[in-house]
């Protein structure tokens, strides 16, 4: 069974701080990991992902994660917060099972940004 | 810019009433999804779609029931609302292989009186 751990509910950084928003993952086989950002009163959209290659992924509005196998881990950072990046930001892990491409989020972290 | 079109963004109706909302994406994506969304927890999944003539029930038990006679369509439909269904619901997308990232419509926030 594959599972999420976002820790921090709730992350709050002054403008122009570093963003660090952690993620953890347990899964029997090297997932698909992605970065999901939710604006109030909309949809999720995709900040980055990554499937194989490269570790150090680079996402859109300045975000990247790096995927650590040895940690189990894909915390996402980005080094100067903007007001703009005030949202609720959500881990995923995505697994083949049975054919069906599972995907498990986690409960998400909202990060608030300081003027 | 949305691809992906919910509606409606927002119903407060009654008891025993019977609902559709409404997802559509213009992407030509084979896979779709219903994910159900409440504060504080993670997204569930109630719904999904492989394709045309295609549905299958997600990892959380749902009185809804879902269709996919189009590929660009697929409504979610509770035959009699109860207050127990309010929640956010959310409609999304993939192409192609397993592992591709999901497109997201905006939600509905339904609310049963």
């Known amino acids: 069974a594959q599972s999420v751990t976002q820790l921090g509910s709730h992350v709050s950084v002054s403008e122009g701080a570093l963003v660090l928003l952690r993620c953890n993952y347990s899964s029997s086989v090297p997932p698909y990991l992605f970065w999901y950002v939710q604006y109030p009163n909309q949809g999720l959209q995709l900040l980055l992902k990554y499937t194989t290659g490269a570790t150090l992924v680079k996402g859109i509005n300045g975000f990247e994660a790096e995927f650590k196998k040895s940690e189990t881990s894909f915390h996402l950072t980005k080094p100067s917060a903007h007001m703009s990046d005030a949202a609720e930001y959500f881990c995923a892990v995505s697994l083949n099972s049975g054919g069906y491409q599972k995907v498990t989020f986690g409960t998400g972290t909202k990060l608030q940004v300081i003027p | 810019e949305a691809d992906i079109y919910q509606t409606p963004r927002y119903l407060v109706i009654g008891t025993g009433k019977k609902i559709t909302l409404e997802c559509s994406q213009t992407m030509g994506h084979d896979k779709m999804y219903w994910y159900q969304q409440d504060p504080g927890m993670e997204l569930h999944l109630i719904h999904y779609s492989y394709g045309v003539n295609s549905t299958e029930k997600g990892d959380l038990s749902s009185e809804s029931t879902v269709s996919r006679i189009r590929t660009e369509h697929f409504p979610l439909t509770l035959e009699s609302a109860r207050p127990s269904h309010t929640s956010q619901y959310l409609c999304?997308?993939?192409?192609?292989?397993?592992?591709?990232?999901?497109?997201f419509g905006d939600g509905t926030r339904l609310s049963i009186l």
């Open positions: 999304a997308s993939s192409e192609g292989a397993w592992g591709r990232p999901q497109h």
